[in-house]
């Protein structure tokens, strides 16, 4: 008898399983492959500070002395040269946020050159279709290395944030000259 109510037991299971198979919708068709999506980054807008002040204006050089009279005529007074004015010495400050320098020059391109060479734009970002702009501020060691990065400015896109954060980390051996803290500015933009 027992072995009947066990064998009842499982066919009473195995056929509640089965409707309930049949009452599941059938599974959707796969999702086609997503076209792929790039990503651009754009160096910053060039500053009046970053470009290099125009050379001063060429020497005039002084025209011969006119040859001498004969002594009947009246010696002329000389002309004196007009007075050039001095080449301007100062130079804008450079763009900054929040006191900090914007990385600029050979250190902004090369490292826009490295984050380009690496994946940058997370695919559930591009998939949903987030754009933004991530201002961070970066901590160089001597060697022009990024020691950590964080976000002063959000994209407002936690997920954007997080990127630019980690993609930053992994700068290395930016030129000498850069700053040691220094702003760089990370767009997400899609085309």
Excluded: W
């Amino acid at each position: 008898m027992r072995f009947h109510r066990f064998h009842a037991a499982l066919l009473c299971s195995l056929a509640l399983h089965a409707a309930a198979l049949l009452l599941l919708p059938p599974p959707a068709a796969p999702a086609r492959a997503a076209v792929p999506l790039q990503a651009r980054l754009r160096p910053p807008p060039v500053t009046p500070a970053a470009q290099e002040p125009p050379p001063p204006p060429p020497r005039e050089e002084a025209a011969p002395p006119p040859p001498e009279k004969p002594a009947t005529a009246k010696p002329k007074p000389e002309k004196k040269a007009p007075a050039k004015p001095a080449p301007a010495r100062f130079k804008e400050p450079p763009a900054s946020f929040n006191g900090y320098p914007v990385l600029a020059g050979n250190a902004a391109r090369s490292a826009f050159s490295q984050l380009a060479r690496q994946p940058l734009y997370p695919p559930e970002a591009i998939a949903r279709g987030l754009q933004g702009e991530v201002l961070l501020l970066l901590f160089l060691d001597a060697n022009g290395n990024v020691q950590a990065a964080r976000v002063e400015r959000s994209s407002g896109q936690p997920l954007l944030d997080q990127a630019a954060v980690g993609a930053a980390r992994q700068l290395k051996a930016l030129p000498e000259g850069a700053p040691r803290e220094a702003i760089l500015p990370v767009r997400f933009k899609l085309d």
